[in-house]
Structure formats: C-alpha cells, structure tokens
C-alpha cells in the first residue's frame, strides 16, 4: 500500500496535515495548508468537510499562538514554553486527526481547541 492512493478523495486533507507538522519548521508550509484546506473544502464530501474545517480552525489557533509566543519571547522564556507547547500541541493534534482520515472518519468535533 502506497502512501498516497490515486483513487483516495482524502490525499489533499492528508497533505494538508502533512504541511501543518512540517510547518513546525518551515511556516510557509502552514500558510500553504490552510489555502489548500480553504480551496477543497467546498467540493468534499461531509465527512472529509469536518477535516478541512479542522485544519482550518488549527491554522487560526497556529497563527495566534505563533504572534504570542514570538511577542512574548522577550519575557524571560515565556514565549518560548508558548512555542513549545504550541508544536506539541500541533503534532498531537494533526496526528489524532489524520488516524480518524485513514479510517474515513469525519472529525467527530472540528471546532474543539484540543485534538
């Protein structure tokens, strides 16, 4: 079994999810997730909407969590627990959620702050 199936409708979600964890490195990554999650989200299937709203709600959660911690960094290690709290937060989360993808299980609550 491949990594990515040709016939797979949630190849786009899981690369998304994909994104968002490399985006722990590379930010333009989360950036270019969210557009993708933004732009499939409309023609998927209900079950795969849940994904797309999922990530995209992570992303907003991301964005203020990232201006936090770098705003903070300054506050003696402040900012730097909110980071690292934040990439914890991010790899549980996309990881909870892309095992529920693989078993073409919609998210059960995609506006939940945790996973």
Not at 50 to 73: C, D, K, N, P, V
Not at 84 to 91: S, V
């Amino acid at each position: 079994m491949s990594f990515f199936d040709a016939n797979d409708e949630s190849n786009t979600a899981r690369l998304v999810y994909i994104f968002y964890m490399a985006g722990i490195i590379i930010y333009l990554l989360t950036l270019i997730g969210v557009v993708v999650a933004y732009t499939h989200k409309a023609e998927a299937p209900d079950w795969l909407k849940s994904h797309y709203e999922f990530q995209i709600r992570t992303f907003w959660i991301t964005l203020f969590l990232l201006i936090a911690g770098w705003l903070t960094m300054s506050m003696g290690g402040i900012g730097f627990l909110i980071l690292a709290t934040w990439a914890i937060w991010l790899i549980v989360r996309c990881v909870s959620a892309y095992k529920l993808l693989k078993t073409k299980t919609p998210h059960p609550d995609p506006t939940t702050l945790l996973f």
